[in-house]
């Protein structure tokens, strides 16, 4: 199985409320980032969280670590019909040579 | 400011066809990457570069070749298109070594083998 595999796989909510989606990982990490990905693009960098850092915040994104659970968690609050998105966990492994992805959350939001 | 540029959007390919995805970055980025990214699967390293001149093997290279001539460029050449190539695949590229400051990834070339 993956370094990096987020939970649930899909997530539908509406409009206001919070999405909240985890991420969990198998070694010792350097850092963890979270990308999204529209339908039909790219993944776009969102947040990284080093392995000493336990809660990081960017606008309406809050991201926890927790080493010694090997997990993390994401959460979007007041969440906006342009949230919808696949919402990916990357691990950079402490004895690796990549960052290793996550098979991803879909999250719909309905307007 | 392109970020990472990758042509083209859409290849159908025959079996057995060969043919070369671009991937261009206007970053100065040393780190250069490629992955495919297939349903359920998330995204899986084919192969990176950590500077001009110096590439290696991801986890699943087979059946793909890169080189990197320039810090700029970093082609993905498929030789004999398969089935089971079919994917979607991004080209990354990071400041720092193996993406560990964050990538900057391309809009993807979705590649259909026939």
């Known amino acids: 199985s993956q370094q990096g595999e987020e939970d649930p796989q899909a997530l539908s909510i509406q409009e206001g409320e919070n999405a909240t989606m985890n991420c969990s990982y198998k070694?010792?990490?350097?850092?963890l980032q979270w990308y999204r990905q529209n339908s039909g693009r790219g993944l776009v960098h969102l947040i990284l969280?080093?392995?000493?850092?336990r809660e990081k915040h960017s606008g309406r994104l809050r991201v926890t670590l927790d080493t010694s659970k090997k997990s993390s968690s994401l959460l979007i609050t007041a969440s906006r019909a342009a949230d919808t998105a696949s919402y990916f966990c990357?691990?950079?492994?402490?004895?690796?040579?990549?960052?290793?992805f996550g098979g991803g959350t879909r999250v719909l939001v309905k307007p | 400011n392109a970020g990472v540029t990758q042509t083209p959007k859409f290849q159908v390919l025959k079996t057995g066809q060969s043919m070369t995805l671009q991937c261009a970055q206007d970053?100065?980025?040393?780190?250069m990457s490629w992955y495919r990214q297939d349903p359920g699967m998330g995204l899986r390293l084919i192969h990176y570069?950590?500077?001009?001149?110096?590439?290696d093997q991801g986890e699943v290279p087979n059946g793909y070749n890169v080189s990197r001539s320039t810090t700029e460029d970093f082609p993905l050449r498929l030789l004999s298109a398969a089935p089971s190539q079919t994917s979607v695949y991004f080209c990354?590229?990071?400041?720092?070594?193996?993406?560990?400051?964050?990538?900057?990834f391309g809009s993807g070339t979705r590649l259909t083998v026939v």
């Open positions: 990354a590229s990071s400041y720092g070594q193996k993406g560990r400051d964050g990538y900057t």
């Open positions: 070694t010792s990490i350097n850092n």
């Open positions: 969280i080093r392995s000493n850092e």
């Open positions: 990357a691990t950079d492994e402490a004895a690796g040579n990549k960052l290793t």
């Open positions: 970053m100065n980025h040393e780190y």
């Open positions: 570069s950590v500077g001009a001149g110096i590439t």
